[in-house]
């Protein structure tokens, strides 16, 4: 039987779990299309895209076989192997097949999954999000664009190697304007594209931003720090002794009353104890 760090060494993070699986979804995709597409630059464009995925899957295979506290049944009995092949371009289905079997062994439905997944109200999730319609947008921008772009007149995007750098300088919101689109189509994927580096761009620098303060050292208190500090001091140390004060009056009027409790007490018991004639 499975202990509980071997049944979710593969769900971890179901953030990133969930990102694995849209990417490689996003893969078969591209493998698909770029069977059945006519246009080399449109095949070009999607096999660089997936060879980029591919050393994503390396790193996340990698991290968990490394987290993996046995790592030859991590291998055999937890499917490593299918997870292995699935790194292969022509065979990213094995890696999908590897998820149904990993949930299937975990226990687990692929509704249970999604609900543990967290977007709103954290930045790594809304962070991969983004990030994974950024990948999305990013390769069909370019496919995109040379289709608009090549051979239209008076266009400067003719080639894939310009297309790619028009796409890395808009989605970077740096706009140097060597190339850029000269076509109605071509300047609306052109205004999506700068959206979402605006929105990637936002995210991270909000996700970094959040990482730091919960990393951030607690400083000491230090009442000489500021005017504002030493009034703020010496009104809570005034609101603490005048509880303090109340509490010892409160006090002194308790013990009076347990005093004269007793003493009533102790005044029945002599009376109950009188002897009768």
Same mark, same amino acid.
Not at 43 to 65: Q, R
Not at 209 to 232: C, G, I, L
Not at 242 to 262: C, G, S
């Given at each position: 039987?499975?202990?509980?760090?071997?049944?979710?060494?593969? &769900?971890?993070?179901?953030?990133?779990?969930?990102?694995?699986?849209?990417?490689?979804?996003?893969?078969?995709?591209?493998?698909?299309?770029?069977?059945?597409?006519?246009?080399?630059?449109? %095949?070009?464009?999607?096999?660089?895209?997936?060879?980029?995925?591919? &050393?994503?899957?390396?790193?996340?295979?990698?991290?968990?076989?490394?987290? !993996?506290?046995?790592?030859?049944?991590?291998?055999?009995?937890?499917?490593?192997?299918?997870?292995?092949?699935?790194? *292969?371009?022509?065979?990213?289905?094995? %890696?999908?097949?590897?998820?149904?079997?990993?949930?299937?062994?975990?226990?687990?439905?692929? /509704?249970?999954?999604? !609900? /543990? *997944?967290?977007?709103? @109200?954290?930045?790594? =999730?809304?962070?991969?999000?983004?990030? &994974?319609?950024?990948?999305?947008?990013?390769?069909?921008?370019? +496919?995109?664009?040379?289709?608009?772009?090549? =051979?239209?007149? =008076?266009?400067?995007?003719?080639?894939?190697?310009?297309?790619?750098?028009?796409?890395?300088?808009?989605?970077?919101?740096?706009?140097?304007?060597? %190339?850029?689109?000269?076509?109605?189509?071509?300047?609306?994927?052109?205004?999506?594209?700068?959206?979402? =580096?605006?929105?990637? &761009?936002?995210?991270?620098?909000?996700?970094?931003?959040?990482?730091? @303060?919960?990393? @951030?050292? +607690?400083?000491?208190?230090?009442?000489?720090?500021?005017?504002?500090? #030493? #009034?703020?001091?010496?009104?809570?140390?005034?609101?603490?002794?005048?509880?303090?004060?109340?509490?010892?009056?409160?006090?002194?009027?308790?013990?009076?009353?347990?005093?004269?409790?007793?003493? #009533?007490?102790?005044?029945?018991?002599?009376? #109950?104890? /009188?002897?009768?004639?």
């Amino acid at each position: 039987m499975n202990t509980a760090s071997e049944q979710n060494i593969a &769900f971890i993070n179901p953030n990133w779990s969930a990102f694995i699986l849209l990417i490689t979804l996003l893969s078969v995709m591209n493998t698909a299309v770029g069977f059945v597409s006519p246009l080399f630059d449109a %095949k070009l464009v999607l096999g660089m895209v997936n060879i980029a995925i591919t &050393f994503i899957l390396w790193a996340d295979f990698l991290y968990l076989l490394f987290k !993996s506290p046995d790592k030859k049944h991590y291998m055999t009995r937890e499917y490593g192997w299918l997870s292995l092949l699935g790194t *292969i371009p022509y065979f990213r289905f094995l %890696k999908i097949i590897w998820f149904w079997l990993t949930l299937r062994k975990n226990g687990r439905t692929l /509704r249970e999954f999604l !609900s /543990r *997944i967290t977007v709103r @109200q954290n930045a790594e =999730g809304t962070l991969l999000l983004v990030l &994974f319609i950024s990948i999305v947008v990013f390769e069909f921008a370019i +496919v995109f664009i040379l289709d608009f772009e090549e =051979g239209a007149p =008076g266009s400067n995007i003719h080639s894939i190697s310009d297309a790619v750098w028009w796409a890395f300088v808009t989605v970077a919101t740096v706009g140097y304007g060597d %190339k850029y689109p000269v076509t109605i189509p071509g300047r609306i994927v052109g205004i999506l594209l700068m959206a979402v =580096g605006i929105a990637l &761009f936002t995210v991270i620098i909000g996700s970094l931003a959040e990482w730091f @303060q919960k990393r @951030q050292p +607690v400083r000491p208190f230090s009442p000489d720090a500021d005017p504002d500090t #030493n #009034n703020a001091v010496a009104e809570i140390r005034h609101l603490l002794e005048q509880h303090e004060k109340t509490n010892q009056q409160t006090i002194a009027e308790l013990k009076t009353r347990l005093t004269q409790l007793e003493a #009533n007490l102790k005044e029945r018991g002599g009376l #109950n104890n /009188r002897p009768t004639n």
